[in-house]
């Protein structure tokens, strides 16, 4: 099992409370679920490690809404995260992060090999939080009985 942070936590609480800002969620969700997939905007710049444990917090906070009957806005929170993650993996693959570097030629001097070890290093940092949007793309979806189509 996932050992959330107590960071991750924190980023939750700063997300639901820039939500309840900008948004008047006793209203149906439906009608502030856009406004509030911003407010997830403040993952984007986690590595993998950390991404993981805030989605695992988020959905943790949501089973938590279910679970003392604040339904609306668990759907609503639910709704623009899995909004958020679709948009987020789209922007990922749209901007190329997930292209591997060429392999080196033989004959490649010191430069560029670093230059390569740099590349690997961005590939793979972005190859993780890809899979980490996939999996919580996947897992998110499944919340409620909702598709993920």
């Known amino acids: 099992m996932l050992r959330i942070s107590d960071e ?7 997300i639901l409370e820039d939500i309840g ?3 008047e969620t006793s209203d149906y969700y439906e009608d502030w679920e856009d406004i509030a997939r ?8 986690l590595d ?3 991404y993981e444990m805030t989605c695992a917090a988020v959905v943790e906070k949501i089973a938590d809404l279910y679970s003392d009957g604040d339904t609306n806005y668990a759907k609503g929170i639910h ?16 901007n190329g992060y997930y292209d591997k570097p060429d392999e080196l030629p033989e004959d ?6 670093d ?3 740099e590349k690997m ?11 980490a949007v996939d999996k919580w793309n996947e897992k998110v979806g499944k919340i409620g009985g909702q598709s993920n189509d």
């Open 8 to 14: 991750s936590y924190e980023r939750v609480t700063e």
């Open 21 to 23: 800002c900008a948004c």
């Open 38 to 45: 911003s407010s997830f905007c403040i993952m984007d710049d």
């Open 48 to 50: 993998a490690d950390c």
């Open 79 to 94: 709704s623009a995260f899995l909004g958020y993650l679709r948009e987020r993996r789209d922007y990922l693959e749209f």
């Open 108 to 113: 490649a001097d010191e430069d560029d090999i």
């Open 115 to 117: 230059l390569y070890n």
């Open 121 to 131: 290093e961005r590939y793979e940092a972005y190859e993780g939080i890809i899979n």
